[in-house]
């Protein structure tokens, strides 16, 4: 009668395959959340200059919508993005009476990702290696 069950040669061939696979796909796939959660955070972005233009309808000024208006977060009243209570990105605002400017700086698994903002004129930029060197509108779209 033959024994059954697998030799130790096989279980480490099998193993060492499970291995070069997983070196390989990990890492695809954690560029490809991180893609994920950068367009996401894109898209709160805007839902947030939606609330500041609202505000502004309103109040004829973006003063006041953030209240220290200095680069502070923005208050849940206007915008409450996922990827801040998720702790991936933080969004601060900039605020003067005819101006704003949003940040998403990147926050916990994403630090490293690059700084994105938009401002009241439509201006989206992304400074992609966090360099000080900022990429306009195209690179929004790609990412």
């Known amino acids: 009668m033959q024994g059954r069950g697998f ?8 193993l060492s395959i ?7 796909v990990v890492p695809i796939y954690t560029q490809y ?3 994920g959660y950068r367009t996401e955070v894109m ?6 200059a939606q609330a500041l233009e609202r505000f502004s309808a309103v109040n004829f000024t973006y003063e006041g919508a953030n ?5 502070t977060p923005l208050g849940k009243q206007f915008c ?12 601060t605002a900039v605020t003067t ?10 926050a916990g698994a994403m630090r490293g990702d690059g700084v994105i903002t938009l401002d009241q004129a439509g201006r ?11 990429t306009e509108d195209e690179d929004w779209e790609e990412s």
């Open 124 to 134: 989206r930029t992304w400074d992609e290696n966090d360099d000080g060197v900022e």
């Open 43 to 48: 898209s709160e972005l805007m839902v947030c």
């Open 18 to 24: 499970f291995a070069i696979l997983s070196a390989i």
């Open 33 to 35: 959340a991180q893609r």
């Open 67 to 71: 209240p220290d208006g200095d680069g």
């Open 7 to 14: 030799t130790l040669i096989e279980l480490l061939v099998t």
């Open 80 to 91: 409450d993005p996922v990827s801040v209570r998720q702790g991936r990105y933080v969004i």
């Open 97 to 106: 009476s005819s101006t704003y400017e949003l940040t998403a700086a990147p």
